[in-house]
Nanobody
Framework: QVQLVESGGGLVQAGGSLRLSCAAS????????MGWYRQAPGKQRGLVAT???????NYVDSVKGRFTISRDRPKNTVYLQMDSLKAEDTGNYYC?????????WGRGTQVTVSS
């Protein structure tokens, strides 16, 4: 079992920055991939960025060049640095971890970007 707790969301003006954190606990040694997903009001949850255990990253096109995902393995924490935020980045951001073929989710943290 893996438990995930997100933090760092909030209200920010367009063009601003936020840094999200996701702390993992439990069976963290076998986590293969961690990532961030977001869900805007009335929309389905979608991929933002992922990072594998060997550091390979993947981003949805809309955030490339603005968001950076990183991972601190000793701290079992994954970060999402979000710069040049836009109103369309607004949503609830969820942390995800894949371990042993199972997918785990945090409760989410709200990001609101005012235009």
């Amino acid at each position: 079992q893996v438990q995930l707790v997100e933090s760092g969301g909030g209200l920010v003006q367009a063009g601003g920055s936020l840094r999200l954190s996701c702390a993992a606990s439990g069976s963290t040694f076998y986590i293969q991939t961690m990532g961030w997903y977001r869900q805007a009001p009335g929309k389905q949850r979608g991929l933002v960025a992922t990072i594998t255990s060997d550091g390979r990253t993947n981003y949805v096109d809309s955030v490339k060049g603005r968001f950076t995902i990183s991972r601190d393995r000793p701290k079992n924490t994954v970060y999402l640095q979000m710069d040049s935020l836009k109103a369309e980045d607004t949503g609830n951001y969820y942390c995800n971890a894949v371990e042993g073929g199972r997918s785990y989710w945090g409760r989410g943290t709200q990001v609101t970007v005012s235009s």
